[in-house]
């Protein structure tokens, strides 16, 4: 069975989380979710209702959190991805549960970044993305028309895909790992 670990990161987009849960679910997936500063955006209470959920505040319940929930995934998918998480993995920063977290990962890692245009063609957060990839890191980066919150208006971002693309794209992601020896 698919284990999924879902990282959640504090963009506007994490308002569609527990969409992805349930579409995982409806696949027989196992899910478990890490949140960020994304509660302050969605309450984990919230997505408690579909998954498992660790934010800072209960981490403590699982003994060494960051390691044991790296070892359980088979899945990995960071959604939905600020700038701010981008810039994180990128360097190697483990600041708190879920970087801590994906440092510890040692499978494939989809990463679906979510911003406004502008600060997505920065080339700093462009350098990121390129960085991330380099390390094998599948990034989702396709434009589409989303609201922004910043501006009151839709208008063209890099945001996450709707859960059906979600859940085809995990899936190939997952055979590709399968199929690859365990050198990892
Ligand atoms: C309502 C709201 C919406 C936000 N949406 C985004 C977003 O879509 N993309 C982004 O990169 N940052 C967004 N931010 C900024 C991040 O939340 C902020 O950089 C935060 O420190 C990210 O922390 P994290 O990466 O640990 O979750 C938003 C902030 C707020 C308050």
Redesign the pocket.
């Known amino acids: 069975m698919t284990k999924l670990l879902l990282i959640a ?5 994490v308002l569609h989380l527990s969409s992805y849960v349930a579409a995982a679910k409806q696949e027989g997936w196992d899910v478990r979710c890490v949140m ?3 509660t ?2 969605v309450p984990p209470s919230t997505v408690a209702a579909f998954c498992p959920v660790y934010a800072e505040d209960n981490a403590g319940e699982l003994r060494v959190a960051h390691i044991e929930l790296a070892g359980w995934a088979s899945a990995v998918a960071v959604i ?1 991805a ?4 981008l810039a994180k993995i990128a360097a190697g920063i483990g600041d ?1 549960l ?1 970087t801590t977290t994906l440092l510890a990962v040692r499978i494939a890692v989809a990463v679906f970044p ?3 245009s502008t ?1 997505w063609t920065n080339p700093i957060v462009q350098r990121n993305v390129e960085s991330i990839r380099s390390f094998g890191y599948q990034v989702w980066s396709k434009p589409r028309t989303m609201y922004s ?1 910043g501006r009151g208006a839709y208008e063209e971002g890099i945001g996450i895909p709707i859960p059906m693309q979600f859940i085809e794209f995990m899936a190939e992601l997952n055979q590709e790992d399968k199929a690859k020896p365990e050198d990892r």
Do not use: K, L
Request: proline share 5%; no cysteine.
């Open positions: 990161s504090g963009s506007i987009g960020t500063a994304a302050r955006i939905p600020t700038a701010n998480m708190n879920a979510n911003m406004e600060m919150v």
